[in-house]
């Protein structure tokens, strides 16, 4: 994958999941999570690394294994993005690639 | 003249018996009838039955009485309702006089029963001592001018003219530039709807053109008023523009000849002339326009204009070739007069220069553009004929876009510009539907895209390839090779650096007042804020320019688009209409200057908030009436006291204190306050505390007074020396009085009568300033009980008797 700087962010990449686009950051969706501050990521976190189309960084981030698909994140959204959908689909995706 | 003596008919209206519960009135009435020049004393109920209203009606047309004291408790619509009653008989409405006895404190049940007897008859004497001097007023009719001048030709100065020409009114629209548009003809589109606001402008051009009550002076500039609201008088002078309008037909013929030929960005370059070094979009827009061209911002008037100072000495290549005859090289500027009963003001703004931002490089790297020189851009790939880019679109791959470049800095504009968010979501919406895959990175720390502009950000963020990065790049360099920008940023919101390679990066800058603001603002006397804006209250009076006749709207107030400048130019045309009737009414309350006691010390004219005194033809200053918003503060400051507001004269405030001096209702002991209370906010914040039935001090006597900076130094003096041991002055908080200033130009005169009060041994202590808003009710209970108890610890006033 190219990358234009050592960040990993490859601005060029386009947004995988349509929805994440919306997100205007504003940290609901952390601020309703059990389980959000329990590892370095957070339910924000990840969705950002989407917006920049960091789809593999965002599927191995250690927040997915904590989420226990309570919804609360997808409730909380005020613009309507299924956090909760994008994390499942994330999980699986990256369970599918592991194997 | 020896006046003849008042004849008052004293009536106290007891509706419920309340009064009656509080202090036996049949007492007052007897002591009251043998006042002095009391005719007679009766109590009454409201509504006033019909046999006795028609009795005092009859007692007004014999004569037998000449005014009316009412006594009791009055409602707005009350006091009004029992006025219109009367004048059918002949009573003047200003032969009123109101005594509010709930107002005072004296009908409220919980207050000693002899005490309360004692106060109200303090009280009813100052109203009767005021009564006794009130004088019949009417208002006045000055003629006025129908017509209106409207400086600034841009989209609001076009639509008011519109409006204003409608109604029937002649318009003088003056113009700097040698066309109309301003800067909205500038631009490529219109947020939300999109459209072309060359459209906007061609519209409105269409009716004035149309109109015979409309006259557009383009390349001229008011360089003099004269005159007064509903009639002034202004001179405008015309800079020429060596083509003559009636007869250029605008073929172009002339272009193919004109030997001139020079880049132009049409006004859209945010940069000022010394530092414009052609690295933004003159070398974006190379197109070049010749010595003669079409009028500017947008050409109209059609006749081409000249800029005589790029033509080669000696050329007339233009006026060989013309076919009408419409060039005449010769041409001098012209000096024009016009009436106006009002002036609006609407210059508009112009562009923050970007080359004093220079963290992103502006002016020195080629790709880095304001977003008014961004507008350009998008104009080129839609009107035909347009200079051509050497910039491609084509294969420009990633534009940055930065916000609040040079706004909400403590180094450059400290305000909020509030459009250039909803203005860069609509330049990616547009650029984003030309160029499908062109990726775009907006920089910003707030998107300030209000109200229903939200769907623009959602429209725009829901678009692929756009994202949105909280935080600005701090470098921004020209790559040599590539010749692409590199900008480096963080990401704030994953914590992690980013590197961007961008085609362009639009600035998007902000908007400060316009240039010509500045001889406006000499011209015509205008203060301005501290950004260099006009303004004056900034929510109750928003369109007002401290000066009256002369109103303000669009961006000459403050940042606004489009939509809001044309709502802000059409109040302030609103409010204008009063002086363009062909008459202005003059309500009776005006200041009059006594001119035997008057020794033209200028203090009235310094202080008067709406600068509305000059000199009369022996240097004695006059209240132009048609500009006096009546506040009373000339009365207030005058050394002299040589001024009153005719319905509140000095005199009358003068025998209200004196009485209140002369007939004390507590014991020695008690401290008694009189306290001047400002009519727009502190008298309603007593009244409410009166009934909401909030205990004040019974010490306390008020008399309302228009604005607090009306309250003379004489009379604090006179109340102090008459053994009232407190004055107390209920202004506006700071920033809020309605006449601008009031409560500070008190504030001030107070203090300085302070230092006398010392000379004279006597405790500055005694009079006291107090803030009150208009539901204060609370904070005035409060302010009197401690002011109460400070008098006694100081003492009685030693003038007390």
Not at chain 2, 676 to 695: H, K, T, W, Y
């Amino acid at each position: 994958m190219k990358r234009e700087s050592d960040s990993g962010i490859d601005p060029s990449q386009p947004s995988p999941i349509h929805a994440v686009k919306n997100c205007m950051q504003c940290g609901r969706c952390s601020s309703s999570c059990l389980a959000a501050f329990q590892s370095d990521d957070s339910p924000r976190k990840v969705i950002r690394l989407l917006q920049w189309g960091l789809q593999s960084e965002a599927m191995s981030s250690p927040f997915l294994r904590l989420c226990i698909q309570c919804l609360k994140c997808t409730d909380a959204c005020p613009v309507s993005v299924d956090i909760a959908g994008v994390i499942r689909k994330l999980t699986r995706d990256h369970f599918i690639k592991g194997r | 003249m020896a006046k003849t003596p008042a004849k008052t008919a004293v009536l106290i209206v007891d509706s419920d018996g309340h009064m009656a519960q509080g202090i036996d009135t049949g007492k007052l009435t007897e002591k009251l009838s043998s006042g002095k020049d009391v005719v007679f004393c009766r109590i009454l109920k409201y509504p006033l039955p019909e046999s006795q209203a028609e009795q005092i009606k009859q007692e007004l047309t014999e004569g037998i009485c000449d005014r009316i004291l009412w006594i009791g408790h009055f409602t707005g619509t009350q006091k009004r309702s029992l006025t219109e009653t009367f004048v059918p008989a002949g009573l003047n409405p200003f032969l009123h006089g109101w005594c509010d006895l709930l107002d005072q404190g004296v009908l409220s049940a919980s207050q000693d029963r002899a005490l309360m007897e004692k106060k109200a008859l303090t009280v009813i004497r100052m109203a009767l001592a005021r009564t006794r001097l009130l004088e019949a007023l009417e208002p006045m009719e000055l003629p006025a001018s129908k017509s209106v001048l409207i400086v600034g030709a841009g989209v609001a100065g076009l639509n008011a003219a519109e409006t204003l020409s409608q109604l029937g009114h002649k318009v003088h629209l003056v113009e700097q530039k040698s066309g109309v548009g301003g800067k909205v003809a500038l631009l490529s589109r219109f947020y939300p709807r999109m459209c072309d606001p060359h459209c906007g402008i061609e519209v409105v051009l269409n009716a004035l053109s149309a109109s015979e009550r409309v006259d557009i002076h383009t390349l001229t500039r008011v360089v003099e008023t004269t005159g007064s609201p509903g009639n002034y008088t202004i001179r405008l002078e015309k800079a020429p523009r060596y083509v003559k309008t009636d007869l250029c037909t605008a073929c172009g013929e002339c272009l193919n000849v004109c030997p001139v030929e020079f880049a132009n960005g049409r006004g859209a370059i945010q940069d000022m002339p010394p530092f414009n070094t052609g690295n933004g979009l003159l070398k974006l827009l190379p197109g070049k326009t010749r010595a003669i061209h079409p009028a500017e911002p947008f050409p109209f008037p059609e006749a081409f204009v000249i800029e005589r100072d790029r033509c080669p000495a000696g050329c007339q290549e233009c006026e060989k070739v013309c076919p009408t005859g419409a060039i005449d090289l010769q041409d001098g500027s012209v000096s024009e007069t016009v009436e106006a009963g009002a002036i609006l003001v609407a210059t508009g703004w112009d562009p923050f220069p970007l080359s004093q931002v220079t963290e992103y490089g502006y002016g020195v790297n080629p790709g880095v553009i304001g977003n008014l020189e961004m507008e350009q851009l998008l104009a080129t790939f839609r009107v035909p004929h347009a200079p051509l880019s050497t910039f491609d679109l084509n294969k420009t791959e990633a534009v940055g876009f930065v916000q609040c470049a040079g706004s909400r800095d403590d180094r450059y504009l400290k305000y909020c510009s509030t459009v250039c968010c909803s203005g860069t979501l609509k330049q990616v919406m547009t650029l984003k539907q030309a160029y499908p895959d062109i990726r775009c990175y907006i920089f910003y720390n707030d998107i300030r895209s209000t109200g229903f502009d939200e769907n623009l950000l959602r429209t725009v963020k829901m678009l692929d390839g756009v994202v949105f990065i909280p935080g600005f790049p701090a470098q921004v360099e020209t790559n040599r090779a590539t010749g692409k920008l590199s900008a480096v940023a963080e990401d704030t919101l994953s914590g992690r650096e980013i590197k961007l390679e961008l085609d362009l990066l639009v600035l998007a800058g902000g908007m400060q007042p316009s240039q010509s603001a500045d001889q406006i603002a000499t011209t015509l006397g205008l203060p301005r804020n501290q950004y260099g804006f006009f303004e004056s209250h900034h929510q109750c009076r928003p369109e007002e320019s401290q000066r009256t006749g002369i109103f303000v709207g669009g961006c000459a107030r403050e940042p606004m688009n489009v939509a809001h400048s044309l709502e802000s130019i059409h109040l302030a045309a609103m409010k204008a209409l009063r002086f363009t009737m062909g008459t202005v009414r003059v309500e009776p309350a005006y200041p009059v200057v006594d001119k035997t006691k008057c020794d033209q010390c200028k203090r009235c004219v310094e202080d008067c908030p709406f600068s509305c005194f000059y000199y009369d033809e022996k240097g004695f200053p006059v209240p132009d009436l048609a500009k006096c918003r009546q506040c009373g503060n000339c009365m207030g400051v005058c050394p002299v006291i040589a001024i009153s507001k005719r319905d509140c004269t000095i005199r009358q405030l003068s025998q209200q204190v004196e009485t209140m001096g002369n007939s004390p209702f507590l014991d020695y002991e008690e401290p008694i306050i009189l306290s001047f209370l400002c009519e727009n906010d502190a008298a309603p914040a007593v009244r409410l505390a009166m009934e909401q039935g909030i205990p004040v001090p019974p010490n306390v006597i008020s008399i309302p007074v228009p604005c607090a900076g009306a309250v003379n130094n004489a009379l604090l003096a006179d109340a102090l020396s008459l053994g009232i041991d407190g004055v107390l002055i209920a202004g506006c908080k700071e920033g809020h009085c309605h006449y601008v200033n009031g409560d500070q130009l008190v504030r001030k005169r107070s203090g300085d009568l302070k230092d006398k009060l010392e000379t004279m041994m006597i405790e500055q202590e005694r009079v006291r300033f107090v803030s009150l808003e208009i539901r204060d009710a609370l904070k005035y209970a409060d302010t009197v009980a401690a002011y109460v108890a400070d008098l006694k610890a100081i003492g009685p006033n030693p003038f007390k008797v």
